[in-house]
């Protein structure tokens, strides 16, 4: 079963966060094949990252990751999740269809059933690590946070829902996907329906402060201990870039245009605002900078960016809660010029259901990783 806080007094415990972001998800996907080889380096040892982090969260296409990850799936497999189911997934619904969702639910539960098993449950022992996965109830109007810890409050209740179909309900983006409808258990054993729609549609797309507060609030019942030496988190994004409208636009915009707006803004301010908390809660890794353009511009702006982060020298570690590494990019013709890839057109993967745009996504993933997966400066959580 899953890692619990016995072992917290023997070594730093390890956290994971992956956010929502469709299809974009092989950005991610890409870092994890780079922290699973570097750490198998390091180490000497070929493990899968279940084995490797403590707690792995996620939202929405990070869902599926935090769960591919807890079952024990190499992060390859994972990766090629996205190229080979992609265009399946995201294949459009009939035209008569569309005022509702775009895509049809049909592909994606199907491949979520093969992938992590029709009845493979919440509280089933082949889960290897603690997971925490989000989603918005939308008939409590509620977030909820699904985790396999024996102590939790409402593991009980939950303990026998389908995996599958708890990431279906964190995956479910308005407008994309149609709500997912789970039976739930209540605490006197009759199960109440509950319609949920993606986790994204919260302040939890980046899950990375919800994954602290689960790894270190005693009423989330682990209350691991803090401190830059006892605690990392590494948060993987899915890239981001700002949503414009052309001057005179917005005035005819309708429903559906706005609903796609909504929903991929809110991600992107959640993301940022997440990202800031946890600057503030966490210290850095030690080492070399390395500040990409776009991380740099925004700084000299004064304007507040989630993107790669630089490396320092920690200076005030023992104040810090944490270590936090953030890995993510900003979509932008100057952030892609830089990673020498010029030939990605940044509006055309700025959308998470670009199906044109899987081997792109995947190309982002890997020049990402190249830049900012470094474990080496993390060796001493992880031997």
Sequence with gaps: MANNSSNSASRPMRLLSIDGGGLAGLIPAEALVAIETQLDALTGKSLPLSDRFDLIGGTSTGAILA??????????ELANFYVKFGHEIFTKVFLTERFWHSYPSGPLEKHLKDVFGAETTLGSDKLRTNILIVSKNVTLGSTWFFTNNPKGKYFSN???????????????????????????????????KYEFIDGGVSSY???????FLEATDPRYQFAWPTGSSKLLLISLGTGFNMMTVPEGKAAGYNLLNWARYAVKELMNDANLQQNVLMHLLGQ???????????????????????????????ATSAAKALTYQRITVS?????????????IDPAKVGEMDAVDQIGNFQRIGQAIAKEQVKMDLLKQFFV
Excluded at 67 to 76: D, F, I, N, S, T
Excluded at 174 to 191: A, K, L, R
Excluded at 205 to 211: D, E, G, H, T
Excluded at 331 to 343: A, I, K, S
């Design 67 to 76: 769960v591919g990850l807890a079952l024990g799936l190499k992060a390859a």
């Design 331 to 343: 979509l932008t013709r100057e952030r892609l010029n830089g990673l020498q890839l010029n030939d």
């Design 284 to 314: 850095s890794p030690a080492g070399k900078a390395v500040i990409p353009a776009a991380e740099a511009s925004a700084r000299a702006t004064g304007a507040p960016a989630d993107d790669a982060l630089d490396f320092i020298q920690p």
């Design 205 to 211: 797309n980046n899950p990375s402060m919800q994954v």
């Design 158 to 192: 939950n303990r026998g829902l389908p995996l599958w179909e708890i990431v279906r309900a964190s995956s479910a983006a308005p407008t994309y996907f149609p709500p997912h409808t789970i039976s739930v258990p209540g605490d006197t054993g009759q199960p109440q």
